[in-house]
């Protein structure tokens, strides 16, 4: 549906404003990943270890729909602030709005809970359903580009739409019992996430504040040629990377607690299988760069097929770092190391951004951008050989 969606709302409301709607989605998906405070991992791995407890997962359910409940109280007014702040003659007011509906979406995301239970179909259906509705409001009611509001309120209903009917899918399904709010049980699972949060939200907030230093060097224009590249690997990164690593997780968290032998095994078998994956679709890029903008794009965006060299091995990059970080790092609850390793590059990567944009462009940023998250790669690979050596050694030792 993204080679329906994508080529229809380019060539419908044009590169500058395609790079603003595009824009106010990604300000709130970092706002949205503050909701979502790593739950993801850390409450799925908690879950696949007690599914069979149904007052434990019930209780699980509805502390962190009260975690996020707690977090949004403070966060929704720095949103607002946040969006106005940075508000121009095209980012109006009414693109805020839509953009608070996808924020509020993110209290009732629940894929958390299908992860745990391994019950990955729902994870499908809904992702689908959600694509889906996007697809059909845009199709209906984007016309032209004085439209490009609407692009933004159609992924706002359709993520609040899925996310509420999941969640209320799971009370149903699963005879979720009520449990009532409890403070201390509140703080203890912000406290048991806190890295795995920290972590996501340092990716994700380097990643934003490069869109936010780009948006203020470059015209419209050139942010939407940087969005409409970045979108490419977004694309591969949803569909590839993220839709397999997250239901992957709970089940190497599980194996590694059970047999540390067997988890490696399957870890060495999936990182081949997404390399070999990532790096084919690598070369697709390199090669068929023309063709992949004007079937995405059109005419008018034509210069995005010189950029796609610069970041064709990104999806690459990342699906690395998910393996060592992610499955790696985090299965070994060393959430902490992957969230030092992510300041430490993100550090590095927005102080080039400050120094050299003028001078680099959009081009240099790009450049920036996939060298960062090699070293996010790079550094990952090292802490994970180091720390399972270690422990190697420490199993033998008592063995």
Not at 217 to 242: D, P, R
């Amino acid at each position: 549906m993204p080679l329906i969606l994508i080529p229809y709302v380019s060539r419908t409301i044009g590169l500058a404003r395609y790079g603003i709607s595009e824009f106010s989605i990604e300000l709130a998906a970092f706002f949205g990943t503050i909701i979502l405070y790593g739950f993801d991992f850390t409450m799925s791995k908690f879950l696949s270890r007690n599914r069979n407890n149904k007052s434990y997962f019930s209780n699980l359910f509805w502390n962190v729909f009260y975690s996020r409940i707690s977090i949004s109280i403070v966060l929704i007014p720095v949103f607002w602030l946040t969006g106005i702040y940075f508000l121009d003659d095209l980012f109006t007011r009414t693109v805020l709005l839509y953009s608070f509906l996808f924020l509020i979406s993110r209290l009732f995301s629940s894929w958390w809970f299908f992860q745990g239970m391994e019950n990955i179909k729902w994870i499908a259906i809904g992702n689908f359903l959600t694509k889906a509705l996007i697809l059909a409001f845009v199709l209906l009611f984007v016309k032209n580009e004085n439209d490009y509001p609407l692009v933004v309120l159609g992924f706002g209903i359709s993520q609040f739409l899925i996310n509420f009917a999941a969640w209320c899918w799971i009370i149903f399904k699963y005879k979720i019992k009520f449990f009532i709010f409890r403070l201390a049980e509140i703080f203890k699972l912000l406290k048991d996430s806190f890295f795995t949060f920290l972590n996501e939200f340092l990716i994700l907030m380097f990643t934003t504040v490069n869109i936010l230093i780009v948006k203020n060097f470059l015209s419209a224009e050139e942010l939407g040629l940087y969005v409409a590249t970045m979108k490419v690997v977004i694309i591969i990164q949803n569909l590839v990377i993220q839709s397999v690593s997250k239901s992957l997780y709970p089940n190497l968290a599980l194996a590694f607690n059970k047999n540390r032998t067997a988890y490696k095994h399957k870890l060495e078998k999936f990182r081949n299988l997404l390399g070999l994956v990532l790096i084919t679709l690598a070369l697709v890029i390199i090669f068929g760069k023309e063709l992949i903008v004007q079937l995405l794009f059109g005419s008018d965006f034509s210069k995005v097929s010189s950029l796609l060299v610069y970041v064709s091995f990104l999806p690459f990059f990342i699906g690395m770092t998910n393996i060592y970080g992610w499955q790696g790092l985090y299965v070994m609850n060393r959430e902490r190391t992957m969230s030092f390793i992510s300041l430490f590059v993100g550090i590095l990567s927005v102080s080039s951004l400050l120094l050299l944009i003028e001078s680099v462009g959009v081009k240099g940023v790009l450049i920036i951008r996939s060298l960062s998250e090699l070293m996010i790669l790079t550094i990952a690979y090292f802490f994970f050989e180091k720390i399972w050596k270690s422990e190697q050694k420490n199993a033998s030792r008592v063995g």
